[in-house]
Each structure stands twice: as structure tokens, then as C-alpha cells.
């Protein structure tokens, strides 16, 4: 089936009994393609404490230990945009999006976690939001997890915590009854393996557990039962609201450093541990063979049972099947390897050991400001196949794509256009070859408080003046070539907008 539209621009004829004339096609996506961008609610609202909000363990770890963030900083204020978010609209208006990405903040709604007390200026603020956004013809594509848990469980288990499955379930009911009047597309959990690992392997972000090789999995474990609860709440109580709820994960592809059979398990291994740990239950049922092994095999070597405790029958058949689409976030592809030198890499256990893999990423990609993310566009291509393939062509919403510079960049981001539109090239190729992927979010519709970075990475297609006391956006090169590939389907390279003619005005 043809996905996008390709017209020929010149016909294949003979003269004189040669084909003279290659053919080119111009590559266009269809009017109904969900063009987006995202953001989230911890990085970009600010207003930690106002208008009856309680605190997520965002608002309470970085206050209580800035040094957890590399530049001290926090997210109080950061874009602002919980105040300005009239403006953020009409930004988001201009730009031409069809859809805008964003999170739900729990503790806005539910100030401490459970409801015991729903707060009315919370939902307010959203319906109001999703109102504006609805009015000017953006669909809210709703993230309702995005890592910002309330503080009650932060302090008690967290995602450790199977409570935390119960009380997530509870939120979730109050946001479909809330919204879901209005908001068709529902996101649950975003990108579990990233919390996971930082939050409950390394300890590196709040709440600060480590547990490595242990927490992982069990915080992936309750994510997919998390999911999957909200999954069912939807579909048993929501489903007449006639709206779509899926899982976002973080997807980068892995590529063999040489030809040996070693680097080509390697890959394998990647793909069950990093993603079909969370993709297998809820498209296949159970865990993938590759990871229950290799976790078996490492805790056999270190005399304990398995640290990935098996999904139970009922547990399997509860998330089997919990999903409507899979979101996607990709940024980079990464080279892979297996071989002596990574015996003794890792500490053990951990996650990383049981893998038992090298990654790098390839020199001679062009760089972000990123160390571990570089621009390598026919990964993307591969990816969107291998899902294709390997999950029986689930639809597929890409929920984030992005590449982030430095403030010396400024507003001429040429390396985003360059990765934008490559990126966009690849998924084109990849929807002509059959992946039914309906939709793509660029990270982000504006510069936001990057986690454990602070704000030194520029994700923005609008840069934030974090100065100002108005936290001025301004557009940069790459928001208007991705208007303009909005605008007309087709992506234009000869079209080089200058983004400092524009300065001073808000587009
Ligand atoms: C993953 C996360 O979903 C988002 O919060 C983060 O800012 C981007 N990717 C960039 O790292």
C-alpha cells in the first residue's frame, strides 16, 4: 500500500532508444500525517507551587540536593509556560502543527498523589489548555506519566512499589473523566527503560535509588503494569470516548562494530533488553526468551536466582495486547560489539553487565552537543522496519525526534535543520516500505530544563531567554524549515530561511 503520495516529475521515455531521464520523485506526505512537537510538563510549566499544586519528587530531590543536577539548577520557573501558555499556543498556531505533545502533572491534579482531594484550579488549567489548543485546530496528544511522581510515593518505594500501580491507575481515571471528553490521544508511561536506569539502577535522578542489575527491572516491571492497568481502565470504562492509548518508549538503533557472529548477537541482545523488554509483554506476551536468559545465566554466575522475576500467567495476560499505538522516541543509533574486553566492563550485577555489550557511537556521524547522540538518519529507516517486522506493523507514532546544540549555536541551528530533515527523509522511506507510522513529534517545541543537565542543551526549535523575566521565545532556523515542511508535505532543501530577520518578534 502506497502511504504517501509520489509524483513523478518527469516520465521515463526513450529517445532514440535510450532512457535519457532518471526518474525523480518527489516524496510528500499524505495531508492526514500527525506533524507535532513535544514538551513535558516538569521541563517547561515552572509554577512548582501555585494554585494548590503538591510537589512531584521533581520539586523535592533538586531542592533538597541541587548538586543531583549538573548546573545546580531546577525547574521552578524554567520556560514559564504553565503562565504563558496563551502564548505558547499561538506559537504552536503558527508553527502549523497538527498536534502538540505535552504532560499532565499529576501532582496538579492530585496534590498528593491518591484522590483524596482532586484540585479544581488543576483540572481547570488543563481544560482550559486543551480548550485553547482544540480551538486553533491542534490535537493535545497527552503524556500522563512523564516522571514527575508525587512526592508520598517518592518517599515510599516509588515505582519499587506495586502501590504505585494502583495509585497511578486511580490518577489515570481521574484524567480520562476529566479530558478525555476532549483528548483522543493518551500516552501512559514515557520512556521506562530511561527512568528505570537512571532513577532506580544508577541513582543518579530522583528518587535517587540504586539498586543495580535489581530496581531495573522491577521498576520496568511495575511500569508495564502500570500501563497496562491504565490501558484497561480505558478500554473497559473510556472506550466510548473513541480516543487511542499507547506506551512511549526510547528506541535508539544498534549497529555490529564488525562482521563477526558475536557483534550480530550483540545486536540481538540490544534490541530484547533495551526494547522488547517492555514491547514483547504487550505485543507478545512475555518477556523476550534472549532476556530472561541472559538475566538467568548473570544471576546463576553470581549464586542468586534470576533478578528479572517472571511475569506471572494472569500478569502476562493483563498486559498482553495494551495498546492502541507504540510511541517512539529516537535520537541516535549506537555502535555495538561483544568481545574479551567487555568481560569485567561493568560492575556486576547490573543491567549493563547483563546485557554484555560495548556501545559507542560512530565518529563520523555528525555531533550533537551530546556526546552519545549523533545524527545517523538510515538507523531510524532500520528501526521503523525492524518494528514493522519483528511486531506485526503496529501503528506507530514517532513521540520524539530531536538533536540538541549548545547556546553558541544560536538561532542559526543549521545541524537541526540538516538532522530534521534527514530524519524525516528516512521516515518517508521507511512508510514507502510499508511501516505504518502515522505521526512524528520534534524534541522540543522550545529550550526546557534537560534533567540531570539542566538547561545546558538546546532542544528548542524556539530558543527560551531563561534571563528574561518573560522568558522570551524566539524562532530559530530550524522552526521555520519545519513549518515549511509542514505547510507543504515535502521537504525542501534549497529553502534556507534566515532566523535573525525574524528576531525580535515571536515566530
Ligand atoms: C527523553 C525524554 O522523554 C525527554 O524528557 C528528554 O528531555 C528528551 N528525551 C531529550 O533527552
Known sequence: MWLWTVLPFFTLFPVDGVVVVTPELEKRFPDNFLFGVSSSAYQIEGSWNVDGKGQSIWDYYPHKQPEIVQDCTNADVTADSYRLFKQDIQILKHLGVKSY????????????????????????HYRKFIDLLLENDILPFV???????????????????????????????????????????WITINEPYILCLYSYE???????????????????????????????????????????????????WPIAASGSEEDAEAVKDYLALYVGQYLDPVIKGDYPQRLTARVAAASARQGTESRLRPLTEEEKKFIH???????????????????????????KPSFYDDV??????????????LDF?????????????????????????????G??????????????????????????????DGSNCQ????????????????????????????????????????????KEIIRTGTIDVSYDPDPYQHNGSLY
Open 101 to 124: 505533545r505535552f504532560s499532565i502533572s499529576w501532582t496538579r491534579i492530585l496534590p498528593d498523589g491518591t484522590t483524596n482531594y482532586i484540585n479544581p484550579r488543576g483540572i481547570a
Open 143 to 185: 503524556t500522563l506519566f512523564h516522571w514527575d511522581l508525587p512526592i508520598a510515593f517518592g518517599k515510599n518505594g516509588s515505582w519499587l512499589n506495586e502501590n504505585t500501580v494502583d495509585r497511578f491507575g486511580d490518577y489515570v481515571r481521574v484524567a480520562f473523566l476529566a479530558f478525555g471528553d476532549k483528548v483522543k490521544h
Open 202 to 252: 544508577l541513582g543518579m535522578l530522583p528518587p535517587l535509588i540504586k539498586s543495580p542489575g535489581k530496581g531495573f527491572y522491577e521498576c520496568g516491571r511495575n511500569m508495564l503494569l502500570g500501563h497496562a492497568k491504565a490501558y484497561r481502565i480505558y478500554d473497559e470504562e473510556f472506550r466510548f470516548q473513541g480516543g487511542e492509548v499507547g506506551l512511549t518508549l526510547d528506541a535508539q
Open 321 to 347: 495486547g495494551t495498546y492502541d499505538f507504540i510511541g517512539i522516541n529516537h535520537y541516535t543509533s549506537v555502535m555495538v560489539y561483544r568481545n574479551e574486553s567487555v568481560n569485567g566492563m561493568y560492575e
Open 356 to 369: 554484555g555489550i560495548g556501545i559507542y557511537v560512530n565518529d563520523s556521524w555528525p555531533a550533537s552537543s
Open 373 to 401: 547522540m549523533k545524527e545517523y538518519a538510515p538507523g531510524f529507516y532500520s528501526l521503523l522496519l525492524y518494528l514493522k517486522d519483528t511486531y506485526n506493523n503496529p501503528l506507530v507514532y514517532i513521540t520524539e525526534n
Open 403 to 432: 538533536f540538541p546544540l549548545s547556546s553558541a549555536e544560536g538561532l542559526d541551528d543549521r545541524k537541526k535543520v540538516n538532522y530534521i530533515r534527514n530524519y524525516l527523509d528516512a521516515l518517508m522511506d521507511a512508510r514507502a
Open 439 to 482: 505521526g512524528y513529534f520534534v524534541w522540543s517545541l522550545m529550550d526546557s530544563f534537560e534533567w540531570a543537565a539542566g538547561y545546558q542543551y538546546k532542544f528548542g526549535l524556539y530558543q527560551v531567554d531563561f534571563d528574561d523575566p518573560d522568558k522570551k521565545r524566539t524562532a530559530r532556523k530550524s522552526a521555520l524549515v519545519y
